[in-house]
C-alpha cells in the first residue's frame, strides 16, 4: 500500500507587528535623546567617583584645553542673541542679522570681540577651523571671559555653570577660570568628569 505524501507549506510569519513596535522605538529614542554639543576641540576629562548630574537645561559649559584656550558653550538660542548684544554694546560693536544668526548657529564661543564679526561672516567649515586655535582671552589685562559670563547670568538667572577641563590641562589654567568665577560672585560652579568605580572599602 503506497503512502499519502503530504503536500509542504512556506511558513509565513507576519512581521507588521515587529516593524511597527521598531519604528515606535527608533521615534521613542529620537524625541528623548539629548545631543551633546559639537566642540572645538577634544576633551577627556578626569575621574572622579562623583555622581551628581549636570542639568540639561539652562547651561553655561566652560571648555578648557591643555592649551590654555578658553570656550563658551551656551544652550539656549534666545540667551545667545541676548548676550551677543551685551558684548556688542561693552566694545562698541553693532551685529548684522546674519552675523546674529551665524552666532546662535554656531554651538562654541571662542574668539576674542574684535574678531568676533568677521568670524561669524565664515561658512561653518572655516568657523570650525578658526576655533581650533582660537579661545576667549582671559588674561588680567583683558579678561573677556569674565565679561561672557557676566552677560551670561545677567541674561539667565538660572544658569548653572559647568567647568569641562581636559585631565592634561595644567591646574594653573583651571585656578585661573575658578578665581575669575569667584571674581564675580559665582562661587557654585559644577566640575564635569567621568564616573569611576567606588575604591575598595567604600
Do not use: C
Request: aromatic share 6%; charged share 20%; glycine share 4%.
Amino acid at each position: 500500500m503506497s503512502k499519502v505524501k503530504t503536500k509542504k507549506h512556506s511558513v509565513w510569519i507576519d512581521m507588521t507587528a515587529m516593524s511597527d513596535v521598531t519604528v515606535l522605538l527608533l521615534t521613542f529614542f529620537m524625541l528623548t535623546s539629548t545631543f551633546i554639543p559639537k566642540e572645538p576641540v577634544q576633551v577627556i576629562t578626569p575621574q572622579s567617583v562623583s555622581e551628581i548630574k549636570i542639568p540639561e537645561a539652562n547651561i553655561l559649559t566652560v571648555l578648557v584645553t591643555p592649551k590654555g584656550q578658553i570656550f563658551l558653550n551656551l544652550d539656549r538660542p534666545s540667551d545667545k542673541r541676548e548676550v551677543l548684544e551685551l558684548i556688542g554694546k561693552d566694545y562698541g560693536i553693532t551685529f548684522t542679522n546674519n552675523q546674529i544668526a551665524s552666532f546662535i548657529n554656531q554651538t562654541t564661543i571662542g574668539v576674542p570681540v574684535a574678531s568676533l564679526p568677521k568670524f561669524l561672516d565664515l561658512s561653518m567649515d572655516e568657523q570650525d577651523d578658526v576655533l581650533k586655535t582660537g579661545g576667549i582671552p582671559i588674561d588680567s589685562t583683558n579678561n573677556q571671559f569674565k565679561r561672557w559670563v557676566e552677560h551670561a547670568r545677567d541674561v539667565n538667572e538660572n544658569l548653572t555653570i559647568a567647568v569641562k577641563a581636559d585631565q592634561e590641562t595644567p591646574y594653573p589654567l583651571v585656578r585661573q577660570v575658578m578665581s575669575t568665577l569667584q571674581d564675580i560672585k559665582e562661587n557654585r560652579f559644577n566640575l564635569v568628569t567621568n564616573l569611576k568605580g567606588m575604591p575598595e572599602g567604600f
